[in-house]
């Protein structure tokens, strides 16, 4: 049984780091380079799972200060299809695939976007290190396949950040730490540490006077709080995860742009259910606590989450071969 | 089988006058893929459409080297100060019984008044969110056209090609502003919007010529982009580098009398109409700009003479305003710089 409560809470807590956020307003349709992890296991080599996020971003903030009449209001809706096959027992691929809606709207204008965003292949290490700690060493790169001209109904392109893609090729790496019943033993802690590297798309609006941009580079660091609560038939597990995000400037011209880049304290509270040992569903609310950015910005108010995993086996699983032995 | 035939002709109707509109809606008369979208939306920089104003004595807000723009109607100037229309961009207001727009552009550092009167009507404008050559696209409220700042025309929508009516206006510092003006309004910080107006919002945006935040086509580099020049526009758009003007000095130029001081930081240009030319002026510091040698004849900033043979008569401004070098190196390719 405790076998099976540790397989479970493994499962989990990939599952959980396992969403691809939409980012903040500033950052188009590209996924946040924290919650990334494939979540495979012996029995079940391959994974899939879709993933919903959605950001209201719908607050204006001048360095620390929230000011009022703002005359926007902007959400964005990040939908996510996502693979990861298993390789080694150490070693493992994924592939996300987003589709994006964003919508910007003012007292006199609605404008939305939707269309794929940009594909993330990445690959997974996990080295055993530790009986009581695992860790994950992620490393992916982001392909420029989303669309980044869309246009608005007078046939201008849109900002770049209300683009699907980026059309950079960029780059993003994680480590993350998970301490299995940490203190007490329905309590586990994870800790986690990434960076996304923005290439610069050198002519975003394919015009003569071409215009060059490239979002500003991004960490973000992360301590998960997760507590299992078994019943009958599943296990409950609410978590609470405290993040601090920082992010440089974005560079237009290649050079800072204004009123960019900055940094974010978010705190997120999350359940999860675990229906079986293939399904998974989780649910999260999240909210910023302290943001102190570079000038005058809209950025994230509330962002909510959704995902559904499952786990699918392609051989004998591990308790056939027990049979048979 | 026969009801399904209007059908299809009434269908196809509506089809195709929903496809003649959105090709309406596409026509740029500047190339529509160097309009930029500058992130914020239309009307996400929200145009103060009930500003406040107080006297010049009431004003606490502003520091003397300070920018600000003023209208000048019927002897009478109005002043809108650059920290707080770099937050809005575009501010609503009547003034001298006329409708105007005072619309300012942070990126090329130009100001112009816009008559609100369009097509018979009045309108307001607000701020599209777009740029052209990193300048202001305003767009009117009654059409939702789209008006290029430096251009004064619509440049897409349904008045696409109409021209705007412009009124005079004058840059200049504070502490200037104060000697020209003691007794005009000026437009306070009660916008009904929380910025922080004692910011400048764009980084070292002013001090750094090397820093263009959107492309320019094309880019002229024969002055620093963001040097303050004046540009007198007309089938021969010329500029006057405030730089030039050191203590005060009048040019006769191209059949126009302009007027400025470095020191004071401010230019004007008059339509020289009546030749004056032929006079012996020279500038003078105050609500008189300019005087004739032994005093006699006197000029003031709404180009009132007073005095000699000219006495009661008036100049009329010229088409003319200030902003950095970059906008007039990319708006007018044909640009000559006064040496």
């Known amino acids: ?325 | 089988m026969r009801n399904i035939i209007p059908i299809i002709i009434l269908s196809s109707i509506v089809f195709l006058y929903s496809c003649k509109n959105k090709g309406q809606e596409n026509i740029w008369s500047i190339p529509s893929d160097e309009v930029l979208d500058g992130g914020p939306g239309q009307d996400g920089i929200p145009s103060v459409d009930n500003p406040e104003f107080s006297s010049v004595d009431q004003i606490d807000f502003m520091e003397e080297e300070e920018l600000i723009s003023g209208v000048l109607i019927n002897d009478k100037a109005k002043g809108y100060p650059h920290g707080i229309l770099n937050w809005h961009e575009v501010v609503n207001d009547d003034f001298e019984n006329t409708n105007l727009a005072m619309t300012y552009c942070p990126l090329t550092g130009t100001a112009i008044v816009w008559d609100r009167s369009v097509n018979g009507s009045v309108t307001e404008f607000g701020v599209s969110g777009l740029l052209y050559n990193t300048n202001l696209i305003a767009y009117d409220r009654n059409t939702e056209s789209n008006w290029s700042q430096i251009q004064g025309a619509c440049v897409n929508g349904e008045l696409i090609d109409q021209r705007i009516e412009t009124h005079p206006v004058i840059e200049t510092t504070w502490s200037t502003w104060k000697k020209l003006f003691p007794d005009a309004q000026v437009m306070n910080t009660n916008t009904g919007f929380s910025r922080n107006y004692d910011r400048y919002p764009y980084g070292d945006y002013i001090e750094n010529h090397d820093y263009i935040i959107f492309p320019l086509n094309p880019e002229d580099n024969s002055l620093p982009s963001k040097e303050r020049v004046f540009g007198v526009i007309g089938e021969q758009t010329k500029v006057y580098p405030l730089s030039d003007f050191g203590l005060g000095k009048i040019i006769y130029d191209q059949n126009r009398i302009i007027i400025g001081s470095q020191e004071d930081n401010f230019c004007i240009a008059f339509e020289n109409d009546l030749g004056l030319n032929n006079l012996e002026f020279s500038f003078s510091n105050g609500p008189i700009i300019a005087s004739s040698n032994d005093g006699t004849i006197q000029l003031d900033i709404y180009g009132n003479i007073s005095g000699g043979t000219f006495d009661g008569q008036r100049l009329t401004h010229a088409n003319a305003f200030t902003g950095y070098w970059l906008a007039f190196g990319s708006f007018f390719p044909d640009v000559e710089i006064y040496e």
């Open chain 1, 1 to 325: 049984m405790e076998i099976v409560r540790i397989y479970i809470t493994l499962i989990f807590v990939l599952v959980i780091t396992n969403i691809n956020q939409a980012q903040t307003c500033c950052t188009a349709g590209a996924p946040l380079s924290n919650n990334f992890s494939n979540n495979t296991t012996e029995i079940y080599p391959l994974e899939i799972s879709v993933q919903s996020t959605f950001r209201s971003i719908n607050r204006l903030v001048e360095n620390d200060e929230v000011l009022v009449n703002d005359p926007r209001s902007r959400f964005n809706l990040h939908n996510n299809l996502r693979f990861a096959y298993r390789l080694h027992d150490f070693f493992s691929l994924g592939l996300s695939v987003p589709y994006i809606f964003q919508q910007r709207e003012t007292i006199s204008m609605r404008e939305e976007s939707f269309g794929f965003g940009d594909p993330v292949l990445n690959f997974q290490f996990s080295p055993p290190i530790s009986k009581k700690i695992d860790l994950y060493l992620f490393s992916g790169i982001k392909f420029p396949l989303g669309s980044y001209q869309k246009t608005n109904a007078i046939g201008i392109q849109l900002s770049p950040d209300m683009q699907s893609g980026t059309g950079t090729w960029d780059f993003i790496n994680r480590l993350a730490i998970f301490h299995p019943r940490f203190l007490i033993n329905n309590l586990n802690v994870q800790y986690a540490l990434s960076y996304r590297y923005n290439s610069t798309n050198k002519n975003f609006n394919n015009s003569i006077a071409a215009r060059s941009f490239q979002f500003g580079q991004e960490w973000n660091t992360s301590l998960l709080f997760q507590y299992e609560l078994f019943s009958k038939n599943s296990i409950w597990v609410p978590d609470l995860e405290l993040q601090y995000r920082w992010q440089d400037a974005n560079n237009e011209q290649n050079l800072e742009a204004p009123n960019s880049g900055g940094h974010w304290f978010n705190i997120k509270a999350g359940l999860t259910a675990i229906l079986s040992e293939q399904n998974l569903l989780r649910i999260y609310v999240g909210m910023p606590v302290f943001q102190s950015l570079e000038g005058l910005q809209i950025t994230t108010n509330f962002e909510s989450g959704i995902s559904y995993s499952r786990k699918i086996k392609f051989k004998q699983s591990l308790s056939d071969k027990i049979e048979v032995l």
